[in-house]
């Protein structure tokens, strides 16, 4: 679509974040929102996660969001509408070491007070529920079996659609180069097509964040970090049932090593800690033997299963790996929600009604003032202990 000549507000980005908030805002009857993508939808940091949805976290705010986006998840067919191919076979998180566990304790309390029904299960439970991992040296594991995966892009293209059904211009292939600030109140966005004329902007740029918050006179401390994931080759009949559709996202806490299945094979990915901040474009074998490493511990023999294909794509990482959510006091009006450090896509639904309820001045679904991106100069950082 042509780039309109004013728009009430202006949604940069196009991945869940973007997509999630134009739609929130379009339904709630704001008139004029505009999403601006600089390529196509999805094609940032969205369309290259693995795609999990998760309620399992140690902070309040992450377990409320995570929790209502899954809730958002389970009734997508109906609002906003599409399919989204939602396998809610859990997360199951293992824990080798006793001060790793004792935590993992104290978060399934939390997590359990918060409406969600985690469960803490001994070595052989694990193993029951995903006979392929090995579980000699795990003391404890946690599961939610509401977790799960879902496919980003779908997820993307339905809430995009539906925006557009309830009147948002949604373009493509326009990419933001500026934002025109006086006397502290936002008047325009300049883009490679044009100015556009506006009073609010939402940044939900991802890793590229920063430089639109410069733009404004915000401080937004995101920086690129490169994750890679890797699908295997279809399993052979002798590992499917080691492997079934039906196990779990499990994930190694001590390596942050997970798997799940995708089609007839594995995705697999881990963090790699040696990995640099900064747009680092394509793949690397760096991270390869660590990799390695930790599937020789975990999953052996997946060693032997050869591999189909693999991405790169961008964390948007904070300097306590959380994320930033809310207006910026710097410059009327400048919302943001950005730097979700890997947590973005399972929480794109709440953050969306969220971020709606910011603009219209109305208490919000999850009280996020802790997230707001001022945090780090008043010293009020936020503990996650989750970080996959």
């Known amino acids: 679509m042509s780039l309109p000549a004013q728009a009430e507000v202006v949604v940069v ?3 869940v974040m973007g997509a999630s908030i134009a739609f ?33 976290f140690t902070d309040a705010v992450n377990i409320r969001l995570g929790a209502r986006s899954l809730t958002a998840f389970e009734g997508y067919a109906d609002r906003p509408g599409g399919e989204i191919d939602l396998h809610q076979v859990g997360y199951l998180f293992l824990h080798t070491d006793a001060a790793s566990w004792e935590a993992a304790q104290v978060a399934v309390e939390l997590q359990r007070s918060l409406g969600v029904p985690t469960r803490a299960l001994t070595a052989g439970e694990a193993a029951a529920l995903h006979p392929g991992v090995v579980v000699d040296d795990v003391v404890g594991a946690t599961f939610h079996p509401r977790d799960g995966y879902c496919s ?4 993307v293209h339905g809430y995009a659609r539906a925006a557009r059904a309830h009147g948002a211009t949604v373009v493509t292939g326009v990419e933001v180069t500026g934002v025109e600030v006086a006397d502290g109140e936002i008047g325009a966005v300049v883009t490679t097509q044009g100015v556009v004329r506006t009073g609010t902007v939402v940044c939900a740029a991802g890793p590229w964040s920063a430089a639109l918050g410069e733009w404004a006179g915000v401080s937004l401390p995101v920086e690129p970090l490169r994750r890679q994931i890797l699908v295997t080759e279809p399993l052979p009949a002798s590992l499917v049932e080691r492997f079934p559709a039906t196990s779990p996202m499990t994930i190694d806490a001590a390596t942050t090593f997970y798997l799940h299945r995708e089609g007839p094979g594995l995705l697999v990915g881990m963090s790699y800690a040696a990995e640099t901040p900064g747009f680092h474009p394509g ?18 023999a997946l060693l032997d299963v050869g591999l189909a294909h693999r991405w790169a794509g961008y964390y948007e990482v904070t300097p306590d790996h959380n ?11 400048f919302l943001y929600a950005t730097g979700f450090s890997g947590h973005g896509f399972l929480q794109g639904p709440a953050v969306g009604e969220v971020v709606r309820d910011l603009y219209l001045r109305r ?8 997230l707001s991106a001022d945090r780090f100069a008043r010293g009020a950082v936020v ?6």
Do not use: F, K, Y
Not at 152 to 155: A, F, R
């Open 24 to 56: 929130h805002l379009a339904e709630a009857g704001v008139p004029d929102v505009l999403l601006v993508e600089r390529d196509t939808l999805a094609s940032g940091s969205t369309s290259r996660s693995a795609g999990g949805v998760r309620a399992q």
């Open 363 to 370: 208490e919000p679904p999850v009280d996020v003032s802790s």
């Open 283 to 300: 793949v690397s074998d760096a991270w390869l033997p660590d990799l390695m490493t930790a599937m020789e511990r975990r999953a052996p």
């Open 383 to 388: 503990h996650e202990h989750h970080l996959v």
């Open 323 to 333: 994320a930033l959510i809310g207006e910026a006091p710097e410059a009327s009006r």
């Open 152 to 155: 980003p892009e779908n997820v």
């Open 13 to 15: 980005g196009g991945g």
